[in-house]
């Protein structure tokens, strides 16, 4: 079977590979996007730096009549010392307020607090607490499996297979040192447009969603300034391969056009360099806002023309004046992504299509598909055409086939790697390129994702969320068939909050109550330090009664059997 050439990078069509200063295989556009990420300290305008290429986000420090202001800090104390220092290079003026643009970047507060020598006021918006630790409360092994392979963690840093940069920072994790990671929650939370002063400077907040639904757009009428986390170095991504909540392109458009009523002579974005002129910031702003505009509204006309997904991203393509932007490259994520988000987020996953209803499970239609090829041998031969033409993603869709039909044939999956590593290549996008590189050296058996998940959340994430949400999340790590008999409830009470929760357990569902159940048959009491180090498995129950540091009822044993019923968190 001949494999079939399109005008598609991934389909056969003509695509340029490079060779970064790191040794990666990469294409031209991903590399070159690493001149905007490095490490500098940008002089805005008098008065107002910001700190790129530090890690994946910047940090902007404004000085006001009265002191520093510090906007974000970064992924941890590492990298906030790192802000300090370059800020201390030219400016000694004392810090007196931190802001949080969004709930990211929120991990290295301590560092400024001790340069102070006080507490801080520190100000972010009224959903960004709740937000700092919840995603990993059900969604937590998953979420750390996803954002790791998204952001390179398991890929080397150098060679064909390393990453030039991230598209939108030089890179998320710090491999060479450690990242500490103290979150200190708002003193003063934002939850409607208003006008403050801080340090002596007016400070005009607008809450705005953006990447998160905590992003405040930061105005300095005074100095003309906006910062924010709308307008990034690259296409937004308004899905991210990590996998979050939807991000609403109708929301994100009318916050651009919030700041470009605000018309800033400087825009100081979260990623990326500042940007200043008039003329600048309006164009930057105003191919931002239609980019998006234009994935919704085509989108959606494509769902009223009754195409399906798939056809509907067939279609859309930014048009020339937006596709040739200087301003929004596709170098972190790609126009398909978004499409298929937008239709889920509109109108979910089914698109008219009836035959979608109800597919074969995925094994059973791999072993038809490989029998109409005519047997895996004709199909392993189509395989090595679309390899050779350079048809990528014909090449590991059919290589799919293989696997599923016979997950045991190792050359099956060194085929779909091969797929996959020239996806990487031709692709400009970092979170396509990293995705598919780190799924190739997990073919090859080189990684092990899953064996290296957090299945159990950390102490910090513990400590951090409202003080029942991980016995809440517990919900979804209940083993059915475990569980299929039983009946039976547990009241955890936590003494140094003086709340109680319950979880009761029946039948196969584990139901959650903020309140003492009216027959546990199991009770736990500690504080939530302790709760903490028993969910991160930093020690077991029975020490925990041993030590006086806990009390179970009926015995110790008795409650840990309870939670042998859960997968991953156990108490022994």
Not at 380 to 394: E, G, I
Request: aromatic share 8%; with cysteine.
């Amino acid at each position: 079977m001949t494999a079939v050439s399109g005008s598609s990078p991934y389909d056969g069509g003509s695509a340029g590979i490079a060779t970064g200063p790191n040794g990666a295989l990469a294409s031209p556009a991903l590399i070159a996007q690493g001149a905007l990420l490095e490490k500098r300290l940008y002089t805005v305008a008098p008065g107002i730096w910001s700190a790129v290429g530090y890690g994946m986000s910047n940090s902007v420090a404004i000085a006001a009549p009265d002191g520093l202001i510090v906007i974000d800090t970064g992924e941890g104390l590492e990298e906030s010392a790192e802000h300090l220092a370059a800020f201390r290079g030219v400016t000694a003026a004392p810090v007196r307020a931190v802001i949080y643009s969004h709930s990211h970047y929120a991990h290295g507060t301590p560092t400024w607090q001790k340069e102070a020598g006080a507490p801080l006021p520190i100000w972010g918006h009224a959903r960004l607490r709740a937000n700092v630790s919840d995603v990993a409360a059900e969604i937590g092994p998953a979420y750390s499996r996803r954002a790791r392979a998204q952001f390179s963690f398991y890929l080397p840093d150098t060679g064909p297979d390393a990453m030039p940069n991230q598209g939108l920072g030089p890179l998320f994790f710090h491999k060479d040192r450690a990242t500490t990671r103290r979150f200190v929650a708002p003193t003063e939370e934002v939850g409607e447009e208003c006008t403050v002063t801080i340090a002596g400077t007016r400070v005009h907040f607008v809450p705005a969603a953006s990447d998160s639904d905590d992003t405040l757009i930061i105005g300095f009428p005074d100095l003309d300034c906006v910062v924010n986390n709308h307008i990034w170095p690259v296409l937004f991504n308004i899905y991210t391969l990590r996998g979050e909540a939807y991000r609403d392109p109708l929301q994100l458009v009318r916050a651009i056009d919030r700041i470009r009523a605000m018309d800033p002579l400087h825009l100081v974005g979260v990623h990326g360099p500042p940007i200043s002129g008039r003329d600048r910031v309006r164009q930057a702003l105003a191919d931002h806002r239609d980019s998006i505009q234009f994935l919704w509204d085509q989108t959606v006309r494509g769902i009223n023309d009754g195409l399906a997904i798939e056809e509907i991203v067939a279609r859309v393509k930014l048009p020339p004046r937006l596709a040739a932007s200087p301003y929004i490259p596709p170098c972190y994520g790609e126009v398909p992504y978004h499409v298929r988000a937008i239709h889920n987020g509109v109108l979910g996953w089914y698109d008219m299509d009836a035959a979608r209803l109800h597919p074969l499970p995925p094994a059973e239609e791999a072993r038809r598909m490989v029998a109409g090829f005519g047997g895996r041998a004709a199909m392993t031969r189509a395989v090595d055409d679309a390899l050779a033409a350079r048809n990528w993603s014909w090449a590991a869709q059919l290589a799919n086939y293989l696997m599923r039909d016979d997950p045991a044939d190792a050359g099956a999956r060194t085929l779909k790697a091969r797929a996959l590593r020239g996806i990487a290549q031709v692709t400009s996008a970092a979170n396509t390129r990293s995705i598919c590189l780190t799924e190739a050296l997990t073919l090859e058996g080189q990684i092990d994702p899953m064996a290296e998940s957090a299945w159990r959340a950390n102490r910090f994430q513990v400590m951090n969320a409202p003080p029942l949400r991980f016995l809440e999340a517990l919900r979804v790590q209940l083993d059915p068939a475990r569980a299929a008999a039983a009946d039976i409830a547990l009241d955890l009470h936590l003494t140094d909050r003086d709340v109680t929760g319950s979880l009761h357990v029946i039948g196969g569902v584990a139901r959650f109550a903020p309140a003492a159940h009216p027959r546990a048959e199991l009770r736990l009491a500690l504080t939530q330090g302790i709760w903490a180090d028993l969910y991160a498995g930093k020690r077991t129950l029975a020490q925990a009664v041993a030590d006086g540091a806990a009390a179970a009822s009926p015995s110790a044993d008795a409650v840990a059997a309870f939670f042998d019923l859960f997968d991953h968190v156990h108490l022994r």
